[in-house]
């Protein structure tokens, strides 16, 4: 069965670094997800991207963040830098069609 | 803007007993619904999804969820619950449209005791 795929699980790096978050979508899916849960809450929507662009973002999803994707495969989440409130699980997902997300498994991100 | 609400943080139950979480939502037109669950430390597995149609919607792992229009609703429940159940359940809500962003609720930790 067709997978969604995240690496790393876990990266540790310092505040203000920049840290790329990488996503491989399921093959034939056209929209991408980034989503992320702060330990002990909900999951948040971040951005969604279609068609090589951004189609909405959310208030979290400052001009620090940016999703880019490089090639064919991999769906790539920048975060220029890291601040101590950005430690977090990023939530990678993609859909075919109808409305079924699939996610991946998640990078714990820790910024010390 | 659209949103849910998960009332019960925490679920106790016994192995073996029925279960019922509860979810509502709010948004402005007929939504899609979801239930994920989330296991220590994983990523969020789909159990089930509404669309439309039979509003008695069947998952995975012997979860089924009923969309009740007249309540914003869409309670998760099973029959009889196993150890391997314990988990974080998390109801969801999307457009129909557009980019179909998901909004989750707060979840609701289910702990099962023999």
């Known amino acids: 069965e067709p997978e969604v795929t995240q690496t790393p699980s876990h990266q540790v790096t310092q505040m203000g670094q920049e840290v790329i978050l990488r996503c491989v979508p399921i093959?034939?899916?056209?929209?991408f997800y980034w989503y992320r849960q702060i330990l002990g809450q909900k999951v948040e929507f971040l951005v969604s991207?279609?068609?090589?662009?951004?189609?909405?973002k959310s208030e979290i999803f400052d001009d620090q963040f940016s999703v880019e994707r490089p090639d064919g495969s991999n769906f790539t989440l920048k975060i220029r830098s890291t601040k101590l409130e950005d430690s977090a699980m990023y939530f990678c997902a993609s859909r075919g069609t109808p409305a079924e997300q699939y996610f991946g498994p998640g990078t714990r991100l820790t910024v010390t | 803007a659209q949103s849910v609400t998960q009332p019960d943080i925490h679920i106790t139950v016994s192995e073996g007993a029925s279960l019922e979480l509860r979810c509502n939502y709010s948004y402005g037109a007929t939504p899609y619904l979801f239930w994920y669950v989330q296991s220590p430390g994983q990523g969020l597995q789909l159990l089930l999804k509404y669309f439309s149609g039979d509003t008695l919607v069947q998952g995975i792992k012997g979860f089924e969820a009923e969309f009740k229009r007249s309540q914003s609703s869409f309670n998760l429940r099973k029959p009889s619950v196993h150890w391997s159940d314990a988990a974080e359940y998390f109801c969801a809500v999307s457009s129909n449209f557009g980019n179909e962003k998901l909004t989750f609720g707060t979840g609701t930790r289910l702990t099962i005791i023999p």
């Open positions: 991207f279609y068609n090589n662009e951004i189609s909405e």
């Open positions: 093959s034939n899916h056209l929209y």
